[in-house]
């Protein structure tokens, strides 16, 4: 049971690239989330997804999208990469069924972008 | 929604001593609260959560957390630091179902507990 899976650990871009950040639950979770961690900010919710086919906006959703097509997996992707982007994303995950519940988190990725 | 706050950026102890780490929130309705911990270069990890009922909850490696409605905080403590506890800790307030359930963090609290 690997849990929470982000890929790739770690990735350089210039302004103006894209990339795709992958995140892989093995745990049959249905929600799924993206988080970025910047200094002295705490994490801020970029995009969520409450079920697969679904995805919905967080605080900073701008420079960024998401796909859910498999339930396992969660995509997060920056068409045009910006210096501001540069910052550690945490994926994570959660099951239903009660008001209140944990959520595990993968390893991160660092992204610098240039 | 939930907001929490943090008010230390960092809080030194030393190994054997007590720990505490300070969290307040703000809600409309009923407080749903986290505490994780961040190793360095690691993801981070469930400590403890309180829902309702008992107002000190009891979490992993020792760790346990005091809700106190009247002053609106859940500090988290330990009674006897160790150096291995050294980390980024924050605080997390739930957000409702209509938000996925989101969790709003403070901006993290550096622990360094010092042999």
């Known amino acids: 049971n690997a849990g929470v899976t982000q890929t790739p650990k770690f990735r350089v871009l210039k302004t103006g690239q894209s990339m795709t950040l992958l995140c892989a639950q093995d745990?049959?979770?249905?929600?799924m989330y993206w988080y970025r961690q910047d200094p002295g900010m705490g994490l801020r919710l970029i995009h969520y997804?409450?079920?697969?086919?679904?995805?919905a906006k967080g605080e900073v959703p701008d420079g960024y999208n998401v796909s859910r097509l498999k339930k396992q997996n969660f995509l997060l992707g920056l068409e045009s990469a910006a210096p501001s982007q540069t910052s550690v994303y945490f994926c994570?995950?959660?099951?239903?069924?009660?008001?209140?519940?944990?959520?595990?988190f993968g390893p991160g990725t660092r992204l610098t972008v240039l | 929604a939930q907001s929490v706050a943090q008010p230390e950026d960092q809080v030194n102890v030393a190994e054997g001593n007590p720990l505490t780490v300070k969290c307040t929130y703000s809600v409309s309705g009923n407080p749903y609260l986290f505490w994780y911990v961040q190793y360095p270069n690691r993801g981070l990890q469930f400590l403890l959560k309180?829902?309702?009922?008992?107002?000190l909850v009891k979490g992993s490696y020792g760790f346990e957390a005091e809700f106190n409605k009247s002053q609106t905080s859940f500090h988290l403590k330990k009674p006897s630091a160790l150096v291995s506890d050294s980390a980024l800790y924050f605080c997390?307030?739930?957000?409702?179902?209509?938000?996925?359930?989101?969790?709003?963090f403070g901006k993290g609290t550096s622990l360094l507990v010092t042999p």
């Open positions: 997390a307030g739930q957000s409702p179902a209509n938000s996925g359930y989101a969790l709003n």
């Open positions: 994570a995950s959660s099951a239903p069924g009660l008001a209140v519940f944990e959520q595990f």
């Open positions: 997804s409450v079920g697969e086919g679904t995805t």
């Open positions: 309180y829902i309702t009922g008992d107002n």
């Open positions: 745990m049959n979770h249905e929600y």
